[in-house]
């Protein structure tokens, strides 16, 4: 990693890559919002928050639930509600806004995450980071040092896309890692 990438990893912390507008769905919830998010072609993304709603706060992360859940789910009529909490993701990998960027890039490629959701030490939703945000970020880095990464994505980025395939390493579904040209400090052995 350059001398300024390796400058702006320890200096970064999630919520300076986070995205913070997120679509977000509750625990049951109607078919009819579900199949509208789906069929959104703004945003191709796989999995969303499931949260609870407190009036006037940010509302506190319950799990995550992913795109193909959701498609089977809306085989419901239109007017039906569903129970997004019955097939979420109950433990999803969470950081909070002050965990560093190179612990955040290790949580990606040594767990193979396609996404970290971003709370607070209350577990309230704070934003999210796929791997994209990590990608944009590093590759911003050299030239435009911090930024704030609301990208317009509202959801959890699955396609990879760009770059990020080659650039973090992931556990695919038989838990072979993909080669990285990437490297970080704290994963060659150096701690913060």
Partial sequence: ?????????????????????VITFKPTEDVTKIRQVLEDTSHKHNGFPVTSETEGEDP?????????????????????????????????????????????????????????TVVDKNNRLQGLITRKDIEHALHHSGSHGKHGADHGHGGIDDHGGGDMESSLAYAGPGGSEKSSQLSSPLLDGESQ
């Avoid at 799990?63 to 039906?80: C, F, I, T």
């Avoid at 019955?86 to 960027?101: F, I, K, Q």
């Fill in 1 to 21: 990693m350059s001398p300024v990438r390796s400058l702006f990893c320890s200096l970064t912390v999630a919520r300076d890559v986070m995205v913070r507008e």
């Fill in 60 to 116: 506190i992360l319950l799990g995550v639930v992913l795109r193909s859940q959701l498609e089977k789910l809306v085989d419901s009529p239109p007017s039906l509600q569903v129970n997004v909490g019955r097939v979420m993701n109950e433990t999803p990998l969470t950081v909070t806004g002050d965990t560093s960027l190179h612990k955040t890039f290790f949580m990606f490629r040594a767990m193979g995450a396609r996404h970290l």
